[in-house]
């Protein structure tokens, strides 16, 4: 059977305000997101059948993953049974009273740990993928059950296109048109930690700042962004202050129309009007900054086919989400670089 392939783009917080605490600790949000055209790709094919040998108690069939990309060696460092990708293999097949057996490729393009959601748009990925090798529609509001019980970001992810986000996450609504718009996408190679990042936030909560009117161009978008801001940005300073150099760099390249954090960091994004500008300012960027992360990229406009976005999204219960077993990968091979 032919792999099947799902990307997993890059999610930008194009603003992001704090509007309020919940009593169990996790912060209400309200923001934009947008998705760039530069992404993570998973594969997804049936897992290799296994014969039980006489005598031999085997452990339950389970997701074989390989890691390729130049992020890929970061998460070789990771308990594997902690990988969302695994993780959202073992979610969904339990809720569908099934085996979780696939090969799971994942091709690690983007950076880890850098505020735009590449381990959750892998989650993401990998359960629109195996619900078409399941045979499940990759519109059934059962993905997005185990997707809110995965991590706050993956519903947004599932939905992979732009669209306010608000709680912690599970609730989304529709966004305006967005206007085509390049991106210029920094990461300064600095990993960090997102519950850092809200420990470190003071001050009082905003106010939510969504917007109905439909930008008529990428200037028009970023002047209604820079009516708003990123709540996470100050703080993120104090615990990786490297992400000032990255907003500098941005601010200097000719086009820029507005340069800000995306999520809790470290990456940084620039918007352009013109794609040639984009092109010399991360070309610009990345001669005098090697060592850093740097794309170029368009965000991604909203199908026109796109289905409507669910509502009453509530996480899967979490004896429904079954953990990976203690041995993870039983066979050989399951957990490695391709």
Known sequence: MTAIAETAPAKLNLYLHVVGRRPDGYHELDSLVAFA????????QPGIARLALRGVDLPPVGPRLAISGPFGPVLM???????LVIRAAYALANRLGREADAMIGLEKLLPVASGIGGGSADAAATLRALA?????????????????????????????????????GEVLDEAPALPETQVVLVNPGVPV?????????????????RFTEAPA???????LLRERRNDLTAPALTVAPIIAD???????????LLARLSGSGATCFGLY???????????????????????????????????????????????????????PFPDTG????G
């Open 132 to 168: 078409r090798l399941w045979g499940v529609p990759v519109t059934d509001p059962l993905l997005y059950e185990v997707g809110a019980a995965l991590g706050a970001d993956v519903p947004v992810c599932l939905a992979g296109r732009a669209c306010y986000f608000g709680g912690i």
């Open 37 to 44: 055209e530069v992404a993570d790709r998973v594969t997804v």
């Open 334 to 337: 399951g957990w490695g670089v």
């Open 273 to 327: 009007a013109d794609a040639g500008e984009a092109s010399a300012a991360a070309a610009a960027i990345q001669a005098a900054q090697p060592r850093w992360w740097v794309k170029a990229a368009r965000l991604l406009p909203t199908p026109a086919d796109a289905p409507p976005l669910p509502k009453g999204i509530a996480a899967a219960p979490a004896a429904a989400v079954a953990p990976p077993p203690p041995v």
């Open 77 to 83: 460092g990771e308990n594997p049974a902690q990988n």
């Open 217 to 223: 161009d990428a200037t028009a978008l970023a002047a």
């Open 246 to 256: 990255s907003l500098a760099a941005l601010e200097a390249t000719p086009g820029c």
């Open 193 to 209: 930690p997102t519950p850092a990042v809200f420990k470190a936030r003071t001050g009082s909560f905003s106010e939510s700042a």
